[in-house]
């Protein structure tokens, strides 16, 4: 069974940075396209942005330009950078695959934006 743990969130203020990490227990992010997605305080989950087997990207038009994936096949991680962040980009963050996998879920690592 593949475990995804999420970490690096935290309280940042407007127009500051976060590097957000999901870690693997097994080997998938070489076979699978993995995205972050993000679910708000009493809102919907919602996809954010994604990485292919070969490292193709893709991004919510809110987040381009300012949000980057990456992933490190090796360590079997997957980051999402975000610079420029905004109150609007407070939400617990999680990876999972796509399509998603109700077994992939996991915790999430809260992110807070704000003065």
């Known amino acids: 069974q593949v475990l995804l743990v999420e970490s690096g969130g935290g309280l940042v203020q407007p127009g500051g940075s976060l590097r957000l990490s999901c870690a693997a227990s097994g080997s998938i992010f070489s076979s699978r396209t993995m995205a972050w997605y993000r679910q708000p305080t009493g809102k919907g989950r919602e996809w954010v942005a994604s990485i292919t087997a070969g490292g193709s990207t893709n991004y919510m038009d809110s987040v381009k330009g300012r949000f980057t994936i990456s992933k490190d096949n090796a360590s079997n991680t997957v980051y999402l950078q975000m610079n420029s962040l905004k109150p609007e980009d407070t939400a617990v963050y999680y990876c999972?695959?796509?399509?998603?996998?109700?077994?992939?879920w996991g915790q999430g690592t809260q992110v807070t934006v704000s003065s």
């Open positions: 999972n695959s796509v399509p998603a996998k109700t077994t992939y």
